[in-house]
């Protein structure tokens, strides 16, 4: 396989996610290529691992339920992964590569607390790749809850 031209940042978070999939070369231009996980290990011709940062595996993609498995159509339920970014500038930079190559945004929002870009994976899966606001000094208000610098 080709090295990775862009690596996910290190320290993006996610959780350890098994996606049935279709196509898993297909998948994989999106999750390794275009988001920039690593593979971490294969099994035969039919599941691939992923990682950010080393770790042994953050995404399973598997074509287990066979390859020409569909996804659910629009407005239905469905699948949200959520990606969290270190920081703000690695959320730029991941936006403006999906900009570059004119991959489908399906929307954004600036909450106060998180800022967010959704998009949707080959099978239909959505994607919400996230940066949340700092923590000034890791401060407790005196309501207990965390004292937040926004991402600007």
Do not use: C
Not at 12 to 38: A, M, P, Q, T
Not at 60 to 87: M, R, S, V, Y
Not at 95 to 111: C, V, W
């Amino acid at each position: 396989m080709a090295p990775i031209k862009n690596k996910i940042h290190p320290e993006v978070k996610i959780g350890h996610v098994h996606l049935i999939v279709s196509d898993l070369n297909r998948s994989l231009k999106f999750y390794r290529d275009l988001l920039g996980f690593e593979i971490t290990s294969t099994y035969e011709n039919s599941a691939v691992f992923l990682s950010a940062g080393g770790y042994h595996q953050h995404i399973a993609l598997n074509t287990w339920q066979g390859k020409e498995a569909t996804p659910p159509p629009p407005g239905h339920t469905g699948l949200i992964i959520l990606h969290t970014f270190p920081d703000r500038k690695e959320l730029a930079r991941m936006l403006k590569r999906l900009y570059e190559i004119n991959y489908p945004i399906e929307g954004a929002s600036d909450n106060g607390v998180s800022e967010s870009v959704y998009v949707t994976d080959p099978d239909g899966n959505g994607i919400e790749l996230y940066s949340d606001a700092r923590l000034i000094n890791g401060q407790l208000t005196k309501k207990g809850t965390y004292k937040l610098l926004p991402n600007r």
